[in-house]
């Protein structure tokens, strides 16, 4: 691995968490050089990374068809190419990979580098197997939200190298319109932390306490199919196998029976804690914590805690 690129995100003008984590991941294996791909407005001074990076500032926005990443395959010939699961992200990866015929590998949990030799975890079947392949050939990678850096060194933090900017070709039919941020909630599929909430709560106004509990955790909420369904909550909150596939750190599912078409969507998360007033609950099964007893005086507890804190 001589020549790391991370496509990073960025979150109000600074790298976002993640990113930084990953830099700091990537630079303990000693790359030659690493290249920071910057999506978004981001003004950064340094990166956690033991040596200087050189940054390029991609626009925000559509990289819709293999023209408008033209520019990029140019700049990341030679490189080995990372970034942390989202929409975006992967968008971006997939259209390189395809772009530049090379192979790429999504999903990964854990990451080892040996001798030329990739050695990866990642999850299959919606998250019910984990299966350990090596490369040599990979040259893409998508990590898992919740990828496992507890390998990786604490650097501390560098200057950055050189930084320019690159922005779209202008040779694509596709183009922006609009572009509206999503404010004031966390999108479900790159969230870390998720508060799933179910039929067990029987009313629609009954969700003030989930959305208590996920504003204290800093948590995106979530919903089972006939939540949606029943209008009690939007559809893009529903996950399971018709639904948003999520990965978090933390999955708090509450109210919720675990039925297997649930499961498929959010087995891929790394700590599972389920509230449920049925001790046969079958999401007892998969759960890493289990709390038996009714939601409605669980939730506020637990929110009241968190709130001291
Ligand atoms: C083709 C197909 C695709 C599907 N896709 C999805 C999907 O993507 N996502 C999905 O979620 N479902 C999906 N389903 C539906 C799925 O089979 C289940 O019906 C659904 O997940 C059940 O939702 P629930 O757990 O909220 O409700 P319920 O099954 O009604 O469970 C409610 C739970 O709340 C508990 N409870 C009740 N009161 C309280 C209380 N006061 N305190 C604590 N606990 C309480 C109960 O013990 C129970 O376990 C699909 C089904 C089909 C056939």
Sequence with gaps: MNKVAIIAQTKEGQLSDTSKQLISFLSSFKPESILILAIGDVKFTST????????IHLAEGLWSDSSTVQPLLSVLDGFHVFGIKSIQIDNLLSLLAASAK????????????????????????????????????????SLNRNFDFSGSVELSEQNVGTSTSLIQSTTSEASIKTLKPITGSIPLPEATLVVGAGRGFKDPGNWTIVEDL?????????????????????????????????????????????AIQHLAGVNGSRIVVVINNDPEAPFFKHADYGIVGDVNDILPRLTKKLQSH
């Design 48 to 55: 956690a990374s033991s040596r200087p990076v050189d940054v």
């Design 102 to 141: 090379k192979e790429m590998v999504s999903g990964i949990q854990q990451l080892q580098f040996s001798n030329g030799t990739f050695i990866i975890s990642k999850s299959i079947f919606s998250g019910k197997a984990s299966l350990s392949l090596t490369s040599q050939s990979a040259t893409y990678f």
């Design 214 to 258: 996920a504003k204290a955790l800093g948590a995106a909420t979530a919903c089972s199919k006939p939540v949606s369904d029943l209008n009690w909550r939007p559809h893009h909150e529903h996950v399971g196998q018709t639904g948003v596939k999520i990965s978090p750190n933390l999955y708090i599912a509450c109210g919720i029976s675990g």
